[in-house]
């Protein structure tokens, strides 16, 4: 019988698969749960988590008070792990795996999206830089303090894994975060990740591409026939105005995104299930072993991705809109980081417990754990708060 939220049983996974019942276990041993999978119980205890619940106002590319449509880093989450469980299943591997790397992706993210991140790394270069990848390791193996017994979330080794080079294998000189963490417990940086962890990464490109172009169509940063020379976009948007002539605006936009989804999905399956089919992997272990990724697209969409990205760069991540909210941001998050580790008297009172004993390298972590923890409006509140003399404070 098939499990109650409709996932693969253990035994209809492929051989390929990470199979919750060959886990390497969490750093802290504990009772299993008898109803869930101890992937499943990873997702749940990422869902459930306060780093979670900011994502609802940590934004993508827009700030939050520009409008309540675009997309935030909980809905893109969501997205990506819609994807990234539809694309489990067709290959028969582990959809809760899939779903939890894809929930905690952004955990680690800054507010104001990449800008953020931008600013918080410039003024931590002294010491260590800043990683948002890294952070999400962070935060799950120690800032969530929500259990009597360990700090972190205590999920699988196969979650953390995917987490933290669901990119690729990691070499050379690593982000402190990352570092500090695979010094004591070794997570294999420089093998490929598990299945479902490349599916998660790209699940993140193919949910990003299509609602960066709804939101980027839908603020007016460009049209649908500025898309028309974009290799991907310019097949869709003409088979769709064949079809519906008449169709407004907001459904084709809507149509455009759905069938960009579609097209990216059934790309990554094709060239997925072909390399798939030359590797014959037998083991999770030899698909970290490969040379190269089992879950790719195409070398034709590849270079179609590169095509939108650059138009996507130059039309909406440098539009003069977003560069001057950037610019903004990018001020706010150096400015509290200055103040914060030059006064640590200033931070809140559950920050400030010890932070002033602390040398300047580890007052500047602790600095930049609370700033990235922050939501958006939050970040601006809390600065014009320290640096507008007429707001009372509180």
């Not at 409008?67 to 809905?75: A, Q």
């Not at 130059?314 to 001020?331: C, G, I, L």
């Not at 400015?335 to 914060?340: A, H, Q």
């Amino acid at each position: 019988m098939s499990p109650a939220d409709g996932s693969l049983p253990a035994s209809s996974l492929a051989p390929y698969a990470c199979h919750p019942a060959l886990t390497r276990g969490r750093v802290f041993p504990e009772d299993e749960s008898p109803t869930r999978t101890v992937f499943q119980r990873d997702r749940d205890r990422i869902i459930h988590s306060g780093a979670f619940r900011r994502l609802k106002h940590k934004t993508q590319v827009f700030v939050y008070h520009e409008g309540d449509y675009y997309r935030t880093r909980l809905t893109h989450s969501l997205e990506v792990a819609q994807i990234a469980r539809s694309l489990a299943r067709s290959l028969s591997v582990d959809e809760d795996l899939a779903e939890a790397l894809s929930l905690a992706h952004d955990l680690g993210h800054t507010p104001f999206g990449h800008a953020g991140e931008e600013s918080l790394d410039e003024a931590m270069q002294p010491h260590g830089g800043f990683d948002h990848n890294g952070q999400t390791l962070r935060i799950i193996t120690e800032l969530e303090a929500r259990y009597a017994e360990f700090d972190g979330l205590n999920l699988t080794w196969e979650t953390l894994e995917g987490i933290a080079k669901h990119n690729g294998p990691l070499t050379g000189e690593l982000p402190w975060a990352l570092n500090e963490y695979t010094s004591r417990y070794d997570l294999e940086l420089h093998t490929w990740p598990g299945i479902e962890a490349q599916i998660a990464a790209l699940s993140d490109d193919i949910a990003y591409h299509s609602h960066d172009v709804d939101d980027g169509l839908r603020a007016g940063l460009f049209t649908t026939e500025d898309l028309s020379d974009v290799p991907i976009l310019g097949p869709i948007i003409g088979e769709v105005r064949k079809r519906y002539p008449q169709l407004e605006n907001s459904r084709l936009f809507h149509e455009t995104g759905r069938r960009l989804i579609n097209v990216m999905v059934n790309d990554l399956l094709a060239e997925t299930g072909r390399r798939i089919s030359d590797a014959r992997p037998r083991s999770i272990d030899e698909v970290r072993e490969q040379g190269a990724p089992l879950v790719a697209f195409s070398d034709t969409l590849e270079a179609d991705n590169r095509a939108l990205k650059e138009f996507l760069f130059e039309r909406m991540y440098r539009h003069y809109r977003v560069n001057r909210m950037t610019s903004k941001a990018r001020r706010v998050v150096a400015d509290l980081f200055t103040l914060y580790v030059d006064e640590p008297e200033c931070l809140p009172e559950e920050w400030r417990s010890g932070a002033e004993q602390l040398d300047r390298t580890m007052r500047a972590r602790h600095v930049a754990d609370y700033i990235a923890g922050m939501t958006d409006r939050f970040a601006l509140d809390e600065h014009r708060r320290l640096y507008d003399v007429y707001e009372e404070n509180r």
